[in-house]
Every structure is written in C-alpha cells, then in structure tokens.
C-alpha cells in the first residue's frame, strides 16, 4: 500500500524533530537539575521557623548538613532541606510537625489537574503544585504525567531518566494496558507496580513519566470495553489501591531517631522513599478514557483554566461530558465513590492590567464561589523565561535582570499552592500567602 508523499513528510519531520526538539537547552536542564540553592533565610521561611531558631539547631545537631558557602552565604540543597525539615521534625522536643506525612492506615491522596484546552497552564500548575507541597511541608509526592507529550515530565527528569524511549514504562504500564487489543489487563504485583515509579531529583518526588504509548492506553481501554467486563473507567483508581496497600507508610517520624536519641539516617532514607503521601496526576488536555481514569482516581480534581470568552466556552463542555460520564457510571455501579474532595477552578494566565480577565473571575466567583478560586496565575514573562529551561519558579536561577519578575511570580505561585492545600488538606497550617494575594487584589 503506497502512502504518497505525506508518509515521507511524517517520517521526515520525526526524523528531524527527534534530532532537534530544543534538545540542547533540555539536556543542559538534565544534566543540571535542582541546581539551585536557598539561604538560611529561605530555608527558614519554607519550615516556617525563624533563622536564629535554624541557626541554633544548625550548631546544636549533629547531623545537620553544613550546605555550601558562597560568599559569606550558607545555602543548601531541596535534599538538605528535607533533611533538615526531618531533623527539627523528628525532635522530641519539636512543638509542631513539620514532617506532614500520612500515617499508617491513611490512604494516599490523589489530586488531579484536567482541563479540555491545552495551553492553559495545567502542567505548569501541577508541577508547582507538586514541588511546594515537598518544599513547604516535607510531603511524597508521586507525579504521574498522562499526557503522551510528557511535558510535566520535564520539570522532574535527569539524565538517568530516559524520556521518550519506547522502553521507559508510563502510565499505560501501571495500569496494565500497555498491549493493544488485549481482552484483560496485564497483571503487576504491587511490587511491579512499585517499580514503575521513578526517583527523581527532588527529595521524596517520584515520577511515572508520559510518553506515546499512552495512546496505546485508550486502544487497550476500547477494546476491553467492547470484549470483556472490565470497569474501564476506574483501572487507575483500582490500581492506585492495590499498590497504595502494599507500599503505604511503615515509619513514622517518630522512628527516626534510635533510643540514644541520635537521628538515624538510615531509617530516613527509607522512609523518605517507602510510600507517596499524595499523587498527583497531569492529565492530556482531552477527555478520553485514559484521562477518564485519572479524574475517577482522584479525591480532588482541579481544572486550570483561562479566562477568555472561547476558552470558557471549552470548559463548559468539559465539565458537561464529564457530568454525562459520571451519570453513566452511577447509573450502574452507584456504591463507587468519586472525588470525596474539594474540587476546584484555578484561573490561570489572567492578565491583570486587562479589567476583563479580572471582572470574569469576580462574576465566576460570585456565582460559584465553593468552585472557584480567589488566588490566580498571572501572565508573567518570568515563568516563560524559566519554562524556556525546563524549571519551575522554584527552580529557576534568574539572571539579575529578572530577579524582580521571578520574586514576584514565586509570590504569586505560593498563593495558588497556599489556596489549594487549605481546600485539600484543611488540617495543614496554611501559610498565609493565599491571605495576602486576596487582601491585596479583593481588599
């Protein structure tokens, strides 16, 4: 069967676009990941702690990391901050946690970013979302990417990652339709299951990157539907459960430190990698069956979401095929429980010099003001610049004439992130950054 000229354009673009694919500034990103560095002063602002009370413990403990000098700066790595967070956290004498690890018995807890339009944010916002619930609170975090593109993959990944090689398994080999046309799903023991996870830099953050055979995923899923029983809408929420009861917490902080008092770093790098206190998924901008499955797994879903005209047009369809999907599903399996959480829209990209991006929040907030948030994205040139590298805001070493801008969107990323964990964990100590962002904006 002959294909024309098309078939060798396809075969050429791939060819080219494999070779190029911006992959030199991704590679330096690669090889560099998580280079950056916080002074005492930021360390001591992310455990919510005062330096002095930092620079005591610093002299008091053992085992607190020395960092690096830089000039007469002492900074440390996220890893040292961690380490640091389980020092303190660990403390008999500690007055507060500041290690918010579940506890055994606790389900890990699911929170899934969709939206039907790509170019809205979404990955942006799950990656940030992911790296401040690590940074602030100490929390595991699994970041699964279901989009073929792997684009929130690219914030988590090193060299000893390799993207986008058909061997690397996804998301469709976790829940066990990586084969096409198969009748069942392939069975994985928890362990397999476990194994799918992939470290990352960032200390606790494991990754189930995307990748094309994703795709294969909804083909799998489609043919199930039609040959066997299979619940094909709930293979990821049942697949979370059969790894999550195998591989939950087993240490608690408390056992970090051995009858002597001393910390033991042993039993924190075990407990820093045994289990995920929260996953969190990027869906593809689509609603297939895949995507389908990541909005049934999650206890909370949130839709980033821009504020033009067409754009909400889109979302008005989004949330209506997911409605008839969901009347579809309960119409026959009505004990299944789905988003037992706080559900959310976050506005993104809002250009606030513009009163019109501005005035549709206010009117959406109005009428919905449980599903609508009051913090928001703006656009900013600062994020642009820091996706450029592959990094997120809390990542990205600006150059001194973008110092301003990226002060000013890490501010505006902590409010976004501060208003989704007072909606998905109410019981974490807020940190106050949502609370300003609205004072400033809604007085």
Do not use: C
Request: glycine share 6%; net charge negative; charged share 25%.
């Amino acid at each position: 069967m002959a294909y024309g000229q098309f078939e060798q354009f396809i075969r050429n673009m791939s060819r080219v676009m494999g070779a190029v694919n911006t992959r030199l500034q991704r590679d330096l990103t690669l090889r560099t990941r998580v280079a950056r560095r916080f002074s005492m002063v930021e360390v001591a602002s992310l455990l919510g702690v005062d330096t002095t009370y930092l620079t005591r413990i610093s002299n008091e403990e053992p085992a607190f990391p020395d960092g690096e000098k830089r000039g007469r700066e002492r900074t440390f790595s996220p890893s040292e901050i961690m380490l640091i967070r389980a020092l303190i956290g660990s403390n008999p004498a500690a007055k507060r946690p500041y290690l918010h690890w579940r506890r055994k018995g606790q389900p890990v807890k699911v929170v899934t970013f969709g939206a039907q339009k790509g170019g809205t944010g979404k990955s942006l916002s799950a990656a940030h979302f992911a790296q401040y619930v690590n940074l602030h609170y100490g929390l595991r975090v699994g970041v699964i990417d279901a989009d073929p593109q792997a684009t929130v993959s690219l914030y988590f990944a090193d060299q000893s990652l390799p993207l986008f090689q058909p061997d690397t398994p996804t998301l469709a080999d976790f829940m066990g339709v990586d084969t096409p046309g198969a009748d069942d799903l392939t069975e994985r023991t928890p362990q397999d299951l476990d194994a799918v996870w992939h470290p990352t830099p960032w200390p606790g953050i494991k990754l189930i990157p995307g990748g094309a055979n994703i795709q294969n995923g909804d083909i799998s899923l489609f043919f199930m539907s039609q040959r066997s029983h299979v619940p094909v809408y709930r293979v990821l929420k049942d697949t979370i459960a059969k790894w999550d009861e195998f591989n939950g917490p087993k240490t608690a902080v408390e056992n970090l430190r051995g009858d002597n008092g001393r910390f033991d770093h042993e039993a924190y790098e075990t407990a820093l990698n045994e289990t995920l206190d929260v996953i969190v998924i990027d869906q593809q901008p689509s609603l297939t069956l895949m995507q389908l499955n990541g909005l049934i797994a999650a206890d909370s879903v949130v839709i980033p979401q821009t504020m033009k005209g067409f754009d909400l047009a889109t979302l008005a369809t989004y949330v209506s095929n997911i409605g008839e999907y969901l009347e579809f599903i309960m119409g026959f399996e009505a004990d299944i429980e789905i988003g037992a959480g706080e559900h959310m829209v976050l506005p993104t990209i809002v250009q606030e010099q513009n009163t019109q991006d501005t005035d549709q929040i206010v009117e959406l907030y109005r009428k919905a003001p449980r599903e609508v948030l009051q913090v928001w994205y703006g656009r900013s040139d600062a994020i642009a610049n820091a996706a450029e590298e592959y990094k997120s805001i809390y990542e990205y070493l600006p150059p001194s004439s973008r110092r301003v801008s990226a002060r000013a969107f890490m501010a505006n990323a902590n409010a976004v992130n501060d208003a989704l964990v007072q909606r998905i964990w109410p019981d974490l100590p807020p940190r106050e950054f949502a609370a300003k962002f609205i004072e400033e904006r809604w007085g």
